[in-house]
């Protein structure tokens, strides 16, 4: 390939991965058209790629098929048109040319032309095929996940779940998308096996990682779930909404006249602890009384299936989620079955940003703690670490746990171990002398660390106009 040709090329492939494929196009439409590239191969394949990206299979296939007229065992063109064949459905076509780039040895031909044979009834070659490409890349959670389909395919539910488990368990954690295609694996083994409320927990998981997985979102409606009962109460409220108003309704506040909404100034929590005091329980433990269902799940402290066994005349939930979102049947848009009440938390939308706010920083210091640590905490592990380091909760603890023993040893009126838990009560305590003093001998300390901008903010002014 000559030099010009190559750079051009390298060119379009930096557009494209810049997220640029317009721009990427163009080059190399230019060096097929007048540019000496129309001999070469590797335009035609970007252009391919470039067309397989934007879901046109139609021209995808004729600049794979341009590639291999020039270099007819170009490995990636042969893969790629055997993928556009698969997507439009001609498997037929797709295995003789997924046979011969498998034959080069990529992977990615190998998971192809596995998922292929399987597709075309040829399971056990389709089995082997599928082992086969696992072995060469035992790390692999894609060639898992493919052995996986393949027996899925085959009809060994078993098989699949097995190896959906084992992608599970390669599948890095920054990895989401590979790891939520294992989970929904994983949830078409089980729901194959007649392990529906399991096969529901695994589709919560990989929704979790990808709200959009496609393989979760399309199996879950079909999957049974555990079912509503008369009596069951919902404690409804967006995320971060604590000092807050509650609204008891038997319909979503929207479909209400204000005479039927009786307002609270109640939090969530708070609304809980009334809840389990209503039924008889005010020693209960909110948390597993009234448990949360999204993160009871997510987090595994709760399966469905205990969610659907919990040994109360009246279950009480507390969700962030909207109806529809619940993994329990009967819960859909709209008014909730009669016998179910709702009680929706509302709270002020401007100090809900403020809270979020507060709380995404808060994800980050621990997020950078971990990295410190080189510690991989996934995202409920993060919120755990966030709800229990805060200033609040740890003050409890302490109260709960070492507080006699604290305050044996305080002077009386003195404060406690958790006596503020905010930032700068130097001001209130420093006399402006003691102030300029301490911040000349801070910068100087702070010289050439990087950190004075921390505490000494630069001063933006102004300018008129």
Same mark, same amino acid.
């Given at each position: 390939m000559p030099p010009e040709v190559a750079q051009r090329l390298s060119e379009a492939v930096s557009l494209a991965q810049a997220g640029q494929p317009d721009a990427a196009r163009a080059v190399c439409s230019a060096l097929v058209e007048r540019g000496g590239g129309s001999r070469h191969p590797q335009p035609h394949f970007v252009l391919g790629v470039l067309a397989s990206a934007d879901g046109n299979h139609?021209?995808?296939?004729?600049?794979?098929?341009?590639?291999?007229?020039?270099?007819?065992?170009?490995?990636?063109?042969?893969?790629?048109?055997?993928?556009?064949?698969?997507?439009?459905?001609r498997v037929a076509e797709a295995v003789p040319l997924l046979r011969r780039a498998a034959s080069f040895g990529p992977l990615e031909a190998r998971l192809n032309l596995a998922? !292929?044979?399987? @597709?075309?009834?040829?399971? $056990?070659?389709?089995?082997?095929?599928? !082992?086969?490409?696992?072995?060469?890349?035992?790390? $692999?959670?894609?060639?898992?996940?493919?052995?996986?389909?393949?027996?899925?395919?085959?009809?060994? !539910?078993?098989?699949?779940?097995?190896?959906?488990?084992?992608?599970?368990?390669?599948?890095?954690?920054?990895?989401?998308?590979?790891?939520?295609?294992?989970?929904?694996?994983?949830?078409?083994?089980?729901?194959?096996?007649?392990?529906?409320?399991?096969?529901?927990?695994?589709?919560?998981q990989s929704l979790l990682l990808v709200p959009d997985q496609p393989r979760a979102r399309a199996l879950r409606p079909s999957l049974a779930a555990p079912a509503l009962r008369s009596g069951d109460v919902f404690i409804a409220t967006f995320p971060k909404s604590g000092a807050s108003r509650a609204a008891a309704a038997r319909l979503p506040t929207s479909e209400l006249p204000r005479s039927r909404l009786t307002e609270l100034r109640l939090g969530t929590t708070w609304l809980q602890q009334i809840v389990c005091c209503l039924f008889g329980e005010p020693n209960a433990h909110v948390q597993t009384r009234v448990p949360w269902v999204e993160a009871a799940v997510a987090t595994g402290a709760f399966s469905l299936r205990q969610l659907a066994a919990l040994p109360h005349a009246r279950r009480a939930f507390k969700t962030h989620a909207p109806p529809e979102g619940l993994p329990v049947a009967g819960c859909l848009a709209g008014a909730p079955p009669p016998g179910v009440a709702v009680v929706v938390v509302v709270r002020d939308p401007r100090d809900v940003a403020v809270s979020l706010y507060h709380h995404s920083r808060a994800l980050k210091a621990v997020a950078r703690v971990a990295g410190l640590l080189g510690v991989q905490p996934d995202g409920a592990a993060l919120d755990a670490a966030v709800r229990a380091s805060s200033f609040e909760a740890m003050r409890?603890?302490?109260?709960?746990?070492?507080?006699?023993? $604290?305050?044996?040893? @305080?002077?009386?009126?003195?404060?406690?171990?958790?006596?503020?838990?905010?930032?700068?009560?130097?001001?209130?305590?420093?006399?402006?002398?003691? $102030?300029?003093?301490?911040?000349?001998?801070?910068?100087?300390?702070?010289?050439?660390?990087?950190?004075?901008?921390?505490?000494?903010?630069?001063?933006?002014?102004?300018?008129?106009?």
């Open positions: 139609v021209a995808a296939e004729a600049h794979y098929r341009a590639a291999l007229s020039l270099e007819p065992s170009h490995a990636g063109a042969l893969t790629n048109l055997g993928q556009s064949l698969l997507a439009t459905g998922s !292929a044979l399987a @597709r075309a009834g040829e399971h $056990s070659e389709a089995a082997e095929e599928a !082992a086969r490409a696992a072995q060469l890349s035992p790390g $692999s959670a894609t060639a898992l996940t493919v052995l996986g389909d393949v027996a899925l395919l085959g009809g060994d !539910a078993s098989g699949a779940a097995e190896a959906a488990a084992r992608a599970i368990t390669a599948a890095a954690r920054s990895d989401a998308a590979g790891l939520a295609a294992a989970w929904a694996l994983r949830a078409a083994a089980l729901a194959e096996s007649g392990d529906a409320i399991a096969a529901l927990e695994a589709c919560a409890q603890r302490h109260e709960a746990t070492d507080g006699a023993a $604290s305050r044996a040893m @305080r002077h009386e009126g003195e404060a406690g171990h958790f006596r503020r838990g905010s930032p700068g009560g130097w001001r209130e305590k420093f006399t402006p002398e003691q $102030s300029r003093r301490f911040d000349a001998a801070l910068r100087e300390r702070l010289g050439g660390s990087g950190l004075e901008e921390e505490f000494f903010p630069p001063v933006t002014t102004g300018v008129a106009r």
